[in-house]
């Protein structure tokens, strides 16, 4: 009778652990955290629009031109994002009005990536803030602000300076990167990486400008060189769609920034920028693409 027993009693333990097992093992392949050991994005491609928001560190601007040369210390200048509605932002005809931002990538090994593309921000001065000028003023070009300053305050006022690169300050750039896994699940249904990144760009400016109430909006114009980097996260869903939160920093250089269309009136300035965008893409293999062209002219 005991024999029975711990007979029975073995045959129960077996079947539990076996269970077990099989139960771990079962869950291990639904879910899977920070494994490299796939190919997913070897050889992928995508392409992403978004939004954005941007924050300036404070920028000593310097602007010459005939009969004015001066430097505003320290000008504050915020982004201008426009107002959420569905009509402007998801409107094809409308869609580039706001702060927008379109990337192309591709996968050239494993997780490691690169792309081309974008960051349309907006960079506008504060009007009426106070700020030191130095330089001189003479009075073929203002008998109201002529004269020499050095570090004097100052009210920036619509007749003295209107500073805007609105349409806008546009980063072209290159970046390269690396997608870090943390989670995904069976049949790639969900996966969520860790991108970091490093990129140079050139900025294309369209400038607003007045200086002593003399200038317009000036015409899209090299302006000058960014360095950044960027770290955030991405989640692809169902293998061809993707969401990504991106924070973007970095230093832009500007030292011909136009004020008249023209080299003899010019303004310069550099700030350091951090910009927050959420965008939104499709995803697919390249190989996939060559397959199918293959295909359609074989056809």
């Not at 024999?3 to 269970?19: E, I, P, R, T």
């Not at 920036?156 to 699940?185: C, K, Q, W």
């Not at 959420?278 to 295909?295: E, P, V």
């Amino acid at each position: 009778m005991k024999s029975k027993v711990l007979f029975y009693l073995c045959c129960l333990v077996f079947f539990s652990q076996s269970l077990q097992a099989k139960e771990q093992n079962h869950s291990a392949k639904k879910v899977h955290w920070f494994q490299t050991a796939d190919s997913f994005y070897n050889q992928r491609i995508w392409m992403s629009w978004g939004y954005n928001r941007a924050w300036f560190g404070k920028s000593d601007v310097h602007f010459k031109g005939p009969g004015y040369d001066f430097t505003v210390d320290k000008l504050i200048a915020r982004d201008r994002p426009a107002p959420f509605s569905w009509k402007l932002y998801f409107n094809p005809n409308t869609s580039s009005i706001p702060q927008y931002n379109w990337h192309l990538g591709f996968f050239i090994k494993k997780r490691f990536f690169v792309t081309a593309g974008m960051d349309h921000m907006k960079y506008v001065m504060v009007p009426d803030q106070l700020a030191n000028v130095s330089g001189t003023i003479d009075a073929s070009k203002s008998t109201k602000y002529q004269g020499e300053y050095n570090a004097s305050s100052m009210k920036m006022s619509e007749d003295f300076l209107r500073f805007e690169h609105t349409n806008g300050l546009n980063l072209v750039s290159i970046d390269g990167g690396y997608l870090a896994p943390i989670f995904r699940t069976e049949k790639d249904i969900i996966r969520i990486n860790a991108n970091v990144g490093l990129g140079i760009g050139m900025l294309i400016c369209k400038t607003d400008v007045k200086v002593l109430d003399y200038g317009l909006d000036n015409r899209f114009h090299l302006s000058g060189m960014s360095i950044h980097a960027s770290a955030g996260l991405r989640v692809d869903v169902w293998k061809y769609f993707f969401v990504a939160s991106e924070f973007k920093g970095g230093f832009i250089n500007l030292p011909n920034v136009l004020i008249h269309n023209n080299k003899t009136d010019l303004a310069n300035h550099h700030f350091t920028f951090l910009q927050y965008q959420i965008t939104a893409g499709l995803s697919c293999r390249f190989w996939y693409l060559q397959g199918h062209r293959t295909k359609t002219k074989t056809i």
